[in-house]
């Protein structure tokens, strides 16, 4: 191997690294906030990808019937609650949110060919479609088991993972897509060219990552979701509401999975079960971090996407192999350093 | 009779099906007995143990490769093959378990699916086990002479696997392991004071899980007569998963319940989602998928028990058992030195919630430990059994030091414990419950269980458990589950579990909380008998009349620091217990 294979590798780990270090962050911040593992973050990455790429290819992305869907099932769910509650007045903001804006982005689309609109509100309109999915997914799916175990949460997320997969072989078909590039910029760096739309991923997931840390430390919302992480009951106690934390960081956790897709699109050709392995090696990162710190998650899913390449390179079929086995020493050293803590379960 | 009638006429119907049924309707079933092996297995894991695992497709692949591989390239015996699959399979399960059952509950899911991931590609990327081709050419089983080639011949076969697994197991989980496999959802900590080995014991029913499995991927592959990797990936774990959450996680017959449904729910949603949909593809997984949802949602326990609703309501066992009394320990002289703590200091971080304390516990003598809310003396409970060792200072039991010993080998040595908050199985009966008391008196191990030789053991361990529970008098509620008592009564079955392990050293933890006047009587009386027999009992106890009238002697705690230690009418006189209790006087 030379230098310039060498560089070229190490861009490669480094994009998808960043990549996943965006999807580690994401499933940090759920599991703290809301003990959910969160499986199903690598199928928002795909529906990303895959709806910015129905976009462009002039069709009505199939994610807006499962806005649709998922939003009429919460006006139903809620609705019904209100109702019987005498809460009259919360019933016209909920279905505005759930049933009329999900109509209005269906009727949109077919009044207007989205191929014709420009690159930058594709993705405008590719991320309204997908992140709202976010919160209503916890809507409907966890809030109710909110106080479950984490054994429990964790199959409802195997079963939300399992769903929204066979949904998007339904909308997406089993072809892959892969959207054009946002930038034809390209350089040399030591002999190996560098793309620019490598360069984008790297800046904006660092962008994201200064952004979330603004919000976590600088906004009310991200110090009420830290305060939830640490003690759930004692945030309560100060009116933080758990459902308001839990759709919160759902929301963040679908807007970061869309956008690392859009992201990565016009790099990698996305399946519509490509998202499941892509959040998985998140995944690897967060558990080197123990689920629990930001920086070590972000490191470790960053030696993930660098031993991918690499091992792409000595091993191409082995790769997927190398990385899922590189989880059983981390979770040995992960179980000779940290002291078991008992949790009280049910 | 009438009770056993549904499984005899289940089992009857399984006989006779092959010689009635088509072809393709014994296929299903054969596949539906392939899929129960291993769902049976995540019943006794997850359902039980409250531990779970995704990567069980992987265990049965590792099965089904095993004899593929040997049978056709060395020609070997299927029935060796059959063991070296197993064999390759625990060994296998033995380092998955070691690492990640130490860890939190959620490491393990995690590990199993990232496992059953990569061994998935590597049955794809290996060369000599065919690459995505796989194995073809697999011989046939041939049993007493008899050769089963077709899927009829088959059929028997399996569902005598399936049939003698579900016995296995129900053997298993209805006797002294098994109780302790039934303490470990409950979290392992009282399981731990009772002395059974939890990390041990998660381990056993992890690998019994994979080995469930690896026997149905045995079977697969030669009913098949080919392999590729499909049917071993991450999507086929989560459908067991999926098989035994929605038959009823917590019953074995709910795995074979649930392995039915899905499979032919699946057959059917094949044949049907498509043409619908107009397209081609697993659409059956969204189907599922939501189920789960529901079921997780609406019926967590399954659908078994909504069936079990709808049969004549069964009678449980009433009878006292009756077995020959269990050896004791030789007892302690009165007056023997016990336990003696040195300058024990516990911190949690900046506080300390035990500071330089000292006390000594003799046989034949009730020792109390008083002192007003958060002194620190649950957690001084908690150094001396070995839950939450000190952070310094010497803890010696019976002249050795515990101070590098876990809580169950304590426990060994003849200490045992109640809660202070009652840490008893809801849903087992008080009998069981006490049973778990004395885990450390018998031996038998899950082997003897599952094959009923621990029948003796078994009767004697249940009668001292019932004698315990007569001796404090819950006698008329032995057979009622332990979460419908009150929480006095809870408390009075702590202290017969605790009886049950035959201790020395009793450390009782607010017994007589929750207690109604006349059963705080009958428990000062209990207490002191057990005092005349030689025990040496160390308490906690916010109740003043209680303790006065109780204890030998008096160690009063504040802010983790002994302030006083004597004879009961010492410590009421002391100037310091007064302003500790009553505010100081100015």
Known sequence: MDLQILLLLGQDGITNGAIYALLALALVLVFAVTRVIFIPQGEFVAYGALTLASLQMGKVPGTVWLLLALGTTVAVLDGYKLLRAGRFAKLPPLLIFNIGLPLLAAAGLFAMPPNQLPLWSQVVVAMLLVIPLGPMIYRVAYQPLASASVLVLLIVSIAVHVTLIGLGLLFFGAEGSRTPPFTDLSFELAGAPLQGQTILVVVASALLIIGLYFFFERTIYGKALRATAMNRTGARLMGIPPILAGKLCFTLAAAIGAFSGILIAPITTIYYDSGFLIGLKGFVGAIIGGLASYPVAALGALLVGLLESYSSFYASAFKEVIVFTLIIPVLLWRSLTSKHIEEEEE | ?586
């Open chain 2, 1 to 586: 009779m009438t009770r056993h009638f549904p499984i005899v006429l289940f089992i009857a119907l399984l006989a006779v099906s092959p010689l009635l049924l088509p072809e393709f309707t014994i296929t299903l079933l054969n596949y539906i007995g392939l899929y129960a092996i291993v769902a049976v297995g995540l019943v006794l894991l997850t359902g039980v143990g409250g531990l779970t695992s995704f990567g069980q497709a992987a265990f049965v692949g590792l099965g089904a490769y095993t004899t593929a591989y040997l049978t056709t390239v060395y020609g070997l015996s299927p029935w060796l093959t059959l063991f070296i699959g197993l064999a390759i399979t625990a060994l296998v399960a033995l380092c998955l378990g070691f690492i990640t059952l130490r860890m939190g509950g959620h490491y393990l899911p995690l590990g199993t699916i990232a496992w059953g991931i990569s061994l998935y590609f590597l049955f794809g990327n290996l060369e000599f086990l065919g690459g995505h081709t796989g194995i073809t050419g697999i011989p046939t089983i041939a049993l007493f002479g008899l050769e089963l080639k077709s899927s009829r011949d088959f059929y028997y076969l399996i569902w005598i696997v399936v049939l003698l697994a579900i016995l296995a197991i129900r053997n298993l989980l209805d006797s002294r392991q098994g109780r302790a496999i039934r303490a470990l959802k409950g979290g392992t900590v009282m399981a731990e004071a009772m002395g059974v080995n939890t990390p041990r014991l998660k381990i056993v029913i992890f690998l019994i899980a994979a080995l469930l499995a690896s026997m149905s991927g045995w079977l697969y592959a030669h009913l098949q007569r080919f392999v590729n990797p499909t049917p071993f990936g991450i999507n086929q774990g989560i459908e067991y998963l999926f098989m035994a959450v929605i038959g009823g996680i917590g019953h074995v017959w709910g795995a074979v319940l649930g392995a039915g449904l899905i499979t032919i729910l699946k057959q059917w949603l094949q044949d049907w989602l498509p043409q619908i949909l107009g397209q081609s593809g697993n659409f059956e997984i969204i189907v599922f998928g939501i189920a789960m949802i529901i079921v997780l949602q609406r019926a967590r326990d399954g659908l078994w028990p909504v069936l079990l609703k709808l049969l004549p309501e069964r009678t449980l066992k009433r009878r006292r058992p009756n077995g020959e009394i269990l050896p004791k320990r030789p007892s302690t002289a009165a007056g023997t030195l016990l336990l003696k703590a040195e300058e024990v200091t516990k911190r949690f971080g900046g506080l300390i919630a035990n500071d330089s304390l000292s006390l000594t516990v003799n046989a034949g003598e009730v020792m109390a430990l008083i002192g007003p809310n958060g002194a620190g003396k649950s957690t001084m409970f908690n150094c001396i059994s070995g839950l939450n060792p000190a952070s310094a200072g010497k803890i010696a039991f019976l002249g050795q030091s515990t101070v590098a010993t876990v809580s169950r080998d304590i426990a060994r040595q003849g200490m045992s414990r109640t809660f202070q908050h009652v840490r008893l199985l809801g849903q087992m009966s008080v009998l069981e419950n006490v049973a778990i008391g004395g885990h450390l008196r018998g031996s038998k191990g899950v082997f003897a269980a599952a094959l009923r030789l621990d029948r003796g053991e078994e009767n004697r361990l249940l009668a001292e458990a019932a004698r315990q529970i007569e001796r404090v008098g819950l006698a008329e509620q032995m057979f009622e589950p332990a979460g419908s008592l009150a929480l006095g009564q809870q408390r009075i079955v702590e202290i017969a579990r605790a009886l049950c392990s035959d201790p020395c050293l009793l450390l009782l933890d607010e017994p007589a909380a929750g207690l109604r006047y006349k059963e705080k009587q009958a428990l000062a009386e209990l207490l002191g008998k057990l005092r005349n027999e030689g025990m040496g009992i160390l308490l906690v106890e916010h109740d003043m009349d209680f303790v006065m009238e109780l204890a030998d002697r008096v160690v009063v705690m504040e802010f983790g620091q002994k302030i006083a230690e004597g004879r009961p009418e010492e410590i009421q006189r002391d100037p310091k217990v007064l302003e500790a209790y009553l505010g100081g006087v100015e």
